[in-house]
Every structure is written in structure tokens, then in C-alpha cells.
């Protein structure tokens, strides 16, 4: 789009091509009209609604209730509202992992709201992989940008206790592991997990995205943790778009929102509230559209000075409805105002001060702790570094258990998803709770693309004798709903020849949660002799997009995105 088409407006902005701009408009208003639109409303401002539902996507099924309520919004303040598909990305249902296709998402929507016709856009996602690539591609566009959360599921009544995916699915395919649960009681559980439409009800990744969106400013205040099934979902959606309507008239850019200081204030609340450490890797790449550096070592000085607060599964007891009911995020950013930038602007067109100083102060304290009586002093993640991981590592200490923080182990080592599920459960291999267990090659350029595998289940044998908790080290992530001592996004990864490649069995490892490091303890001379017999674990894709992501993706440390994607 030159600059000049960027300064028209509606259906006049980056015209097709015929090299007769007149005709150009006359023909689009003219096929505009086989759509049944008046003259009037082909005239006015254009609000794209960036759809992500999919047959594939169970956390979206609303999505079409939801978007009637974004257009009459944007009606009712006088603009066109017109949606638009984009890729889905349904956690659950995509191989290898929904992380390969995270950018390629990004670039859809990027490309979808640059080559149409639009002033402002409303971006409806929810599902963990889909605020981050759509925020990623609406930075990158930067036009006028709401983001509007799906909202969480509801917990379900079942047999005297409360279940929600998926901090409770992980809880009992434990249990049936280690024989507490047997197939029929399984069965059961599965069909009662996740009941209603919306994302997963802990502080999972898309709960805590949907956190971080609101506390950047690019979620309408209020609205992150309001239910899928609640009515205020969809007011919250018929706000979005009159909101974007009339950033349609009065632009405020995505550029003007995402900032070093937002960055930061959203780094805080997801210390807050003990969020996924997905979150990391997404808000970096979400930084890095818009020229924002996001520095674990920063990210451990705010983690030091940010208690946790807020009490949701899996590091705590509540569901995030509880957390809306409890004054939702608007609650944690009252008690976090000491330590946030509050002259960052909101895609609500106030400040952050101002968003706070409106927020009904009413707060349920048993959700939402207070700054001075946290459940944690400091805040849930912490990056590591040592000879193991020398450009960073993630531990989510606050699902951690705290005995195992100061602590020398002996390796094993699993050399791929393939082979920990080969030998993880063999009754004759040689483990006890005191090793460190160890997978390699699960990271960005692995050929797995990053899975959520870094939740290494426990030895069943162990299991079975009451293990609940072992140090386990991978190159790749963990689910925001998973717990335990648990160190993720090595880097540099297996794949590439990092540390985590020449780790052997029986190697000891060290980890101090306490000095922030993790270290291989293996002389530098042994060290040298591995690596020069070391091989990449597989052979580069040659066409279509699994080449382009192998030949671009960055290590965890630059939120995984391609090289070409982030602003220089
Ligand atoms: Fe969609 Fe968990 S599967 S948010």
C-alpha cells in the first residue's frame, strides 16, 4: 500500500490494481453491492473483525454469537463492520504442535488487515497460540487494533468437586497412571473436563495472553477474564468494536500501545498472577513487532520485586471465572499500581492510571491478594543461566515444589520425544527421585517445533510408589495449566549444538533457583570431545512452510519468531 492509499479511508484504501484507481473503486463498491450493502454504509469508516473460529477449534464455538455483538457495536457508532477469516490454531488439534504455526498466523493477519480494505480492526482469538499471532501480526500491521478475548470455560460441577481444563486433566491422567483411576473412571473424567465453549479455565497460556492483552492495553479494560458463556462477554464484544469504530475516525496505533513501559507493566502482572511461561515467549515476539527488547535478565529483576497475587489453578485453588467474579485483572493492576507505568495508553483511550483509578474497587481477597499480603513475595517465573543453558532458561517456581530448588542430580537423558516415549515407563530403566530428568531436541528447531512436552511425566514405577515431583530440564515448553519443578525453553536448544545436546547419562547437573543457574557439571575438555562428534538430530525440511519456519525461527530468548518478522 503506497502512502497515499493509506491516507484514504474505508472502501477507498489500498485499491486492486487496474492502473485506473476511479475504476478500481467504482468496481469494488460495485461487487461490495452484490453483497446487499447500501450506498450509505459503503460509504462509511471499515471495521475488520478478524475471525479465528474453526471446526478445529473448540475454545472458539462462540464465535459467531460473539461476532454479531462486535458488528452491531460497530453500527451503532456509525461504521461498516466487516469480518474476515484467518488461520485457527486449536491447541489440541494441530501436529506437530500449534507453536510451528503461531507465525505463520501472524503473517496471515498482517497481510489480511494490510491488503484489505480497513481503518480499524477488532481481533477475535482466544485459544493459547491466537491473541499472540494475532497481536504479533496487528503490531506489525499497525492500524487500529482492538483485541477481543473469548473468555474463559466454566468449571463443571462432577461428583461432589469442581473440574476445568486443564490443570485437572493433567491432575487425573496422573492419577490413572499411577492405577488410582481406572479406564471407566477416565472415560468419565474426559467427557467432564471441558463443557462449555471458551478457553481453558486455569491460568493457562490463553488465560494469562488474555491477562497480558488487557494489561498492555490492547483489551478493552475489564475484559480478559469475562466467562465465554457470560453476558458481559458479549457486551465486552459489542464495546470492542463501537471502540474500534471510532479509532476507525481517531486512530490510535498499535505502535502508540505497545511500548518498552507496556511491555514492562505486562511482564509485571504476569509475575502477578503466577501466569504460563508461554506467556514469555509470546509477549517477547509480540514486543519484537514493535522494536521492544524483552531481556531475561530483566525479566528476573522484575520477578524479584513482583509478589504473586492471584490464586488460580494450576499454582493455586481458583478458576478464572472466580477471577472475573473477584474483580478480574483490573483487580491485580489496582494492587500492582506502585510498581506499573500508569501513562501508558489503552486501545480505550485513557491511560492505565485512569483505567485503574475507574475500576470499582470492590475485590474478593481470597482470588485476588493484596500487594501487602501476597501468596508469593516474588513472582512465579525466574530465568536461569549457567553452562546448561548460557542464553536462558524457565522455571515456573511458583508451581514448583521448593525442595527440590538447591540441588545436584544425575542425568537422564532422554534424546527425543521418540525415545522418552520408548523408555520413560520401561519397569528395567534405572531411575530414582532424586535424578534429573533430561529431554533433548524438543525445541524451536527440533523438528517438533517447541511442543508442550517439557512436562516429562513421572516415571510410572516412581509414580506408582508416590513420586509427585521430580527436576526435569528440556529445550521445550510446558503447558500454562502444568506444574512442577520443571526448567524449560533451553537455550540454545539441542538442535542447534547447545549445551543441552552433550549432556550424557549420568552427567550431574546443578540447579539453584536461589543463584538463577543451571549447570552441567562436565569438564570443558569432555565438553569439546562431544560436540565435535555431535550431528544435527535431523535433516532440513526442503519445501513449503516447513522450510521457511526451520530457515528463520529464533531461539526461545527472541519469543521464537521468524528473524525477518521483528522490527528492526
Ligand atoms: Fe484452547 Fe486450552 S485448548 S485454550
Redesign the pocket.
Known amino acids: 500500500m503506497t502512502s497515499g492509499d493509506r491516507k484514504k479511508t474505508g472502501l477507498a484504501r489500498g485499491l486492486t490494481n487496474y492502473g485506473d484507481p476511479a475504476f478500481s473503486l467504482y468496481l469494488r463498491r460495485s461487487f461490495a453491492k452484490s453483497m446487499g450493502y447500501s450506498s450509505d454504509l459503503l460509504g462509511r469508516p471499515v471495521v475488520g473483525i478478524a475471525d479465528s473460529r474453526s471446526g478445529f477449534?473448540?475454545?472458539h464455538r462462540h464465535f459467531p454469537e460473539l461476532i454479531e455483538a462486535v458488528k452491531r457495536g460497530v453500527l451503532a457508532a456509525g461504521a461498516l463492520p466487516v469480518e474476515f477469516p484467518t488461520t485457527s490454531l486449536?491447541?489440541?488439534f494441530l501436529y506437530p504442535t500449534s507453536m510451528m504455526f503461531r507465525n505463520l498466523m501472524s503473517i496471515d493477519v498482517e497481510e489480511m488487515i494490510r491488503a484489505q480494505p480497513m481503518d480499524a480492526v477488532v481481533l477475535v482469538g482466544?485459544?493459547?497460540k491466537t491473541v499472540p499471532a494475532q497481536l504479533m501480526g496487528a503490531a506489525s500491521a499497525d492500524i487500529p487494533a482492538v483485541q477481543l478475548l473469548a473468555g474463559p470455560m466454566m468449571p463443571t460441577s462432577f461428583q461432589g468437586e469442581r473440574l476445568g481444563?486443564?490443570t485437572d486433566c493433567r491432575r487425573f491422567w496422573a492419577m490413572h497412571r499411577a492405577g488410582k483411576v481406572d479406564e471407566k473412571g477416565i472415560d468419565e473424567i474426559e467427557g467432564n473436563l471441558a463443557t462449555t465453549a471458551g478457553?481453558?479455565a486455569v491460568m493457562?497460556?490463553?488465560s494469562t495472553m488474555a491477562s497480558i492483552a488487557e494489561a498492555l492495553g490492547m483489551a478493552l479494560p475489564g475484559t480478559a477474564a469475562i466467562p465465554a458463556v457470560h453476558a458481559d462477554r458479549l457486551r465486552a464484544a459489542e464495546a470492542s468494536g463501537k471502540r474500534a469504530a471510532e479509532l476507525a475516525k481517531s486512530p490510535l496505533r498499535p505502535s502508540q500501545v505497545i511500548t518498552e513501559k507496556s511491555v514492562q507493566n505486562a511482564l509485571r502482572v504476569l509475575l502477578a498472577i503466577g501466569g504460563s511461561t508461554n506467556a514469555i515467549v509470546h509477549l517477547t515476539a509480540i514486543a519484537g513487532r514493535a522494536g521492544v527488547d524483552v531481556s531475561l535478565q530483566r525479566l528476573n529483576e522484575l520477578s524479584d520485586s513482583t509478589p504473586v497475587l492471584v490464586d488460580l489453578k494450576p499454582t493455586g485453588q481458583y478458576y478464572m471465572s472466580d477471577l472475573y467474579a473477584a474483580g478480574g485483572v483490573g483487580a491485580v493492576l489496582r494492587e500492582l499500581k506502585p510498581l506499573l507505568h500508569l501513562d501508558c495508553m489503552t486501545v480505550a483511550g485513557i491511560t492505565l492510571g485512569e483505567v485503574i483509578e475507574r475500576h470499582t474497587p470492590w475485590v474478593d481477597r481470597s482470588v485476588v491478594r493484596e500487594l501487602k499480603n501476597p501468596l508469593a513475595a516474588q513472582g512465579g517465573l525466574v530465568a536461569l543461566f549457567g553452562s546448561l543453558a548460557p542464553n536462558g532458561a524457565i522455571l515456573k517456581r511458583s508451581a514448583a515444589d521448593a525442595k527440590l530448588f538447591e540441588k545436584e542430580g544425575r542425568a537422564i537423558v532422554f534424546s527425543s520425544l521418540d525415545d522418552l516415549s520408548a523408555r520413560i515407563d520401561d519397569p528395567t530403566l534405572e531411575v530414582t527421585a532424586d535424578d534429573f530428568l533430561v529431554l533433548q531436541n524438543a525445541g524451536p528447531k527440533s523438528g517438533y517445533a517447541m511442543p508442550e512436552a517439557g512436562y516429562l511425566p513421572i516415571p510410572a514405577k516412581l509414580a506408582r510408589a508416590g513420586v509427585k515431583d521430580m527436576v526435569r530440564i528440556s529445550d521445550a515448553r510446558m503447558s500454562g495449566?502444568a506444574y512442577g519443578t520443571i526448567v524449560l525453553h533451553v537455550s540454545p536448544e539441542a538442535a542447534v549444538g547447545g549445551a543441552l545436546a552433550l549432556a550424557r547419562n549420568g552427567d550431574r547437573i546443578r540447579l539453584s533457583v536461589k543463584e538463577r543457574r543451571i549447570d552441567l557439571a562436565v569438564p570443558e575438555g569432555e565438553l569439546q570431545r562431544r560436540k565435535a562428534a555431535w550431528k544435527p538430530p535431523v535433516a532440513p525440511p526442503t519445501r513449503g512452510y516447513a522450510k521457511l519456519y526451520m530457515d528463520h525461527v529464533l531461539q526461545a530468548e527472541h519469543g521464537c519468531d521468524f528473524d525477518f518478522l521483528r522490527k528492526a
Open positions: 477449534n473448540n475454545c486449536g491447541e489440541v482466544g485459544c493459547d481444563a486443564c478457553t481453558c493457562g497460556t490463553a495449566t
